[in-house]
């Protein structure tokens, strides 16, 4: 019964600002990974952003310089900081969880979804 729910999309103008939370039902370190991804009308879901159980960050040439993953172990909660916002960032944002080598899965929450637009 892994459960992730996504938190903090909505509207934005471009050159804003948001920032998504992720919140687990268990420990994130019982993941070897997280993420986020996005997935814009008519396009493939593409990488965003993640980060190992031991800290380490990687980003999509997208997020690059703009995005910032990070964590906070205490609420079992991984956050995207989302700045300099363009209308090309708009997608539903979905926050990734991978289990354990031994038994992969990638889980996915439900989504939540970012429009930059004037």
């Known amino acids: 019964q892994v459960q992730l729910v996504e938190s903090g999309g909505g509207l934005v103008q471009p050159g804003g600002s948001l920032r998504l939370s992720c919140v687990a039902s268990l420990s994130i370190f019982s993941f070897s990974a997280m993420g986020w991804y996005r997935q814009a009308p008519g396009k493939q879901r593409e990488l965003v952003a993640s980060i190992t159980s031991g800290g380490r960050t990687s980003y999509g040439d997208s997020a690059k310089g703009r995005f910032t993953i990070s964590r906070d172990v205490t609420k079992n909660t991984v956050f995207l900081q989302m700045n300099s916002l363009e209308p090309e960032d708009t997608a539903v944002y979905y926050c990734?969880?991978?289990?354990?080598?031994?038994?992969?899965?990638?889980?996915w929450g439900q989504g939540t979804q970012v429009t930059v637009s004037s």
């Open positions: 990734s969880g991978d289990s354990a080598p031994a038994d992969w899965v990638r889980r």
